[in-house]
Structure formats: structure tokens, C-alpha cells
């Protein structure tokens, strides 16, 4: 072993150490008390049973987590790279197609060994608080798709990376910043319709109060789309959402069937109203314009480290294939990756703000915001009390108290 592999091996020990603590110190915030804002909403069964879920759940990822460190660790230490390389040189052929060969097992790999904890979380966790709606069938069907999917967009993406950096090299990770952009607006506007349909029912909302109700917001609030549908997510969880996808044509808000059952009008308006803000208010495209910036930063780093001999000699490698370099390379780039992840969590939660705020001020019904969120918090067994620490590295959306203390705010200010 030598002192890049000890470097690399502290790398992936120390992010796991970072992740772990987190959720430990989120544990330890939980607290026995029911917020005064949730009093009629969690009785205090439900929010012990809460409490018990975040535990189930955060006791589980470490446990997962804990074995795919492990895996990774004795991989590097006994050349696993290497050995899967040799299996991929063997078949003879070209430098993109041996690329693709050495990726494909190391992902068909990947992916086998989280089966089990899928599995467990699902059948085991999820059906315990009730949650899961899924079958086996339904569960490998999902893992299956799911794995050509990922197949067919990753060796695309990752022939395409590997083809540039093998012929241009200068400037090879401008071409691919290119073709990765082009290729990302692409499936952004082929998913509504061709990727997302592979996994759930995509419905038209029949006519009725609510369909009424958001397509005279709608109206209002100029926003034009191709139609409001509802998905099927009952056949998998009990779990209740809705979201914005697509542009231009494809361009739809969806709302989860769990939703619609558990919400009136009002409640399910503010959350669509909710969804129109994110786009009204840019923040979609910001979100695609930072995860260009990052793509771009990514590539622009992997060219400065794709021909050093001590990034192949890290892994134990005994030749140096490029395919092996824009792999190993995910590896240094994990504490950049983590640190852009945060920054990208501290808009989206300030986006979040903003939204409520656009559907507080333009549909008027704070209320009615207010009582959906927090029956989705406890419909979802939200945890109420996260740590400050667990916020400010992995969540997207602000705590649910803090939502609703500035709706409130908002509300007051504007006489609502």
C-alpha cells in the first residue's frame, strides 16, 4: 500500500465519519416534547411513533452504510480495480467499449450488494409504520428498469466522457461539459414522458372543485401547462407529494393519489400554488444552471487529474486506461462534490421560502398552506427537531417549524 491509498482510504473514512456523527447528533436532538403548533395534528402515539421511525431509519443507514464502506475499503486494498480491469481487457476490444465493460461491473456489483438493504428498508422498515404498499414483484420489476435505465443513460454519458478525454485531451473537458449539458435538457424533456411513465400511471385529474380550483389559479397567475395529472404512488407507499416536471409542451404539475385522498381543495391549491412559485419565481432554471456550473467544474478538475500516474497507482492499478482514471477521480471528488451539495441545500431551502411565500401572497389561503404542511409532516413522520447540522448539510427544504413560523410571519405583515 502506498501513501496515495492511505490519502484515499482516510478520504472515504473521513466522509463516512462526517455522515455518521451527523445522524447520531440528529438523533440525540429529538425531543419528547409536541410543538405547540402541531397540538391536534400529532397525538402523542403518532409522535412517538415518529420519533421511533427517525431511529429505525437512521440506525439502518449507518448500518448500510457502515458494510458499503467496509466493501469499498477491502476492494481497494486487495485491487479490486484492478482485477475487474483485467476481466474487461480480456474481451479484446476498443478503449470505449473495455470502459464500458469495466463500469458496467462495477455497477451491476454495486447494485446487486444494495439489494438486500432495499429490500429491508422497504419490507421491513417501511411496512412496520406503515408505509409500504409494494409487492416482490413490484419491487424487482422497479430494481430492474431502474437498472437498465441507469445502464443505458450512464453508458452513454460515460462512453461519450471517455471517447473525448481519449482523443481531444486539451480540451476534451469542454466538449463534454457540451455534450453533457445538451444531453441533460434532453432528458429533462423526454422523462415526463418516456422515463417516468415506465414506473407509475400518469392520469389526467378528472373534472371536479379541484381541477376548477388550480386551473383558475392557474389562469391568474398566467401559467400555462400541458395538464395537471395524478400518479398511482398508492401501489407503492402511502407516502403524499406533488411536484413540477418538464418544459415547454411537456411542461405538467403532478400530484401523488395519497395526496388528493388525505387534503381538501384548499390545502391541495396551496400546495400546487406552492409548485407554480418554484417556476414563476426562476428557481428551476437556477437549479439547472448551478448543476451546469458544477458539471462544468467536475470535468474541468478530472482533465487536470486524468493523466497522473499516482491516481492509478492509488487503486493499485497496474496500467493507467482512462475509463479507470474518470472513476477513481469520483473518489477525490467527493469532499468538492459534498461541499457543492451544501451550497445547492442552502438555495433550495431559501427557494423553498420563497415559494411558500409566492403561493401565500398570490392564492391568499395561509391557512390552508399551513394545515398542509403539517399534515404531510405527519402523515410522513417527519422529524420535527433535526439537528442544525443535519440541515445544513443534507436538506433540501427548510424544518417544517421554521416553514410554518414565516408563513405566519408573512400572513401578519400582509393582513392575510
Not at 434532453?186 to 372543485?209: C, Q, R, W
Not at 469532499?335 to 431551502?349: D, G, K, N, T
Request: hydrophobic share 50%; with cysteine; net charge positive.
Amino acid at each position: 500500500m502506498n501513501i496515495y491509498t492511505l490519502l484515499i482510504l482516510c478520504l472515504l473514512v473521513g466522509i463516512y465519519l462526517i455522515q455518521t456523527i451527523t445522524d447520531l447528533l440528529n438523533i440525540k436532538n429529538i425531543s419528547n416534547d409536541i410543538p405547540k403548533e402541531f397540538e391536534g395534528f400529532f397525538d402523542k402515539e403518532k409522535y412517538t411513533k415518529s420519533q421511533e421511525y427517525l431511529k429505525a431509519n437512521t440506525n439502518f443507514s449507518i448500518i448500510s452504510s457502515s458494510f458499503m464502506l467496509l466493501v469499498q475499503l477491502v476492494f481497494i486494498v486487495f485491487g479490486g480495480f484492478n482485477h475487474a480491469n483485467n476481466i474487461a481487457v480480456s474481451f479484446g476490444f476498443g478503449t470505449v467499449t473495455t470502459g464500458l465493460i469495466f463500469a458496467g461491473i462495477l455497477l451491476f456489483a454495486v447494485e446487486i450488494l444494495k439489494i438486500p438493504f432495499s429490500a429491508y428498508s422497504i419490507f421491513v422498515i417501511e411496512e412496520k409504520f406503515g408505509f409500504n404498499k409494494m409487492n416482490l414483484k413490484t419491487f424487482f420489476t422497479d430494481f430492474l428498469k431502474s437498472l437498465v435505465i441507469t445502464a443505458i443513460v450512464g453508458a452513454t454519458v460515460f462512453s461519450v466522457i471517455l471517447w473525448l478525454f481519449t482523443n481531444f485531451f486539451q480540451y476534451a473537458w469542454l466538449y463534454a461539459f457540451v455534450a453533457i449539458v445538451v444531453f441533460q435538457l434532453f432528458l429533462t424533456f423526454i422523462a415526463p414522458i418516456v422515463i417516468m411513465p415506465l414506473f407509475n400511471k400518469y392520469t389526467p385529474l378528472e373534472d371536479g372543485d379541484l381541477k376548477a380550483s388550480v386551473e383558475e389559479y392557474a389562469k391568474k397567475e398566467n401559467f400555462k401547462m400541458k395538464g395537471l395529472f395524478k400518479m398511482d404512488n398508492s401501489k407503492r407507499s402511502t407516502r403524499s407529494n406533488a411536484f413540477f416536471t418538464g418544459f415547454g409542451k411537456s411542461r405538467r404539475i403532478v400530484l401523488f393519489d395519497t395526496l388528493i385522498k388525505n387534503h381538501p381543495v384548499e390545502e391541495l391549491t396551496s400546495v400546487l400554488a406552492h409548485e407554480m412559485g418554484h417556476f414563476k419565481l426562476g428557481h428551476i432554471i437556477r437549479q439547472m444552471i448551478f448543476s451546469f456550473i458544477s458539471t462544468g467544474i467536475m470535468l474541468f478538475i478530472l482533465s487536470l487529474f486524468i493523466n497522473e500516474t499516482w491516481l492509478y497507482s492509488a487503486f493499485l492499478m497496474q496500467t493507467q486506461p482512462v475509463y479507470a482514471g474518470i472513476i477513481f477521480f469520483a473518489f477525490l471528488y467527493t469532499p468538492i462534490s459534498l461541499m457543492l451539495s451544501v451550497i445547492a441545500s442552502y438555495f433550495s431551502r431559501k427557494h423553498e421560502y420563497e415559494a411558500d411565500a409566492y403561493a401565500v401572497t398570490t392564492y391568499k389561503h395561509p391557512d390552508a398552506m399551513i394545515n398542509a404542511l403539517k399534515k404531510l409532516s405527519v402523515d410522513n413522520l417527519s422529524n420535527l427537531y433535526p439537528h442544525k447540522l443535519k440541515v445544513f448539510l443534507e436538506y433540501s427544504h427548510p424544518p417544517i417549524l421554521e416553514r410554518i413560523n414565516a408563513i405566519d410571519k408573512l400572513s401578519s405583515n400582509l393582513k392575510l
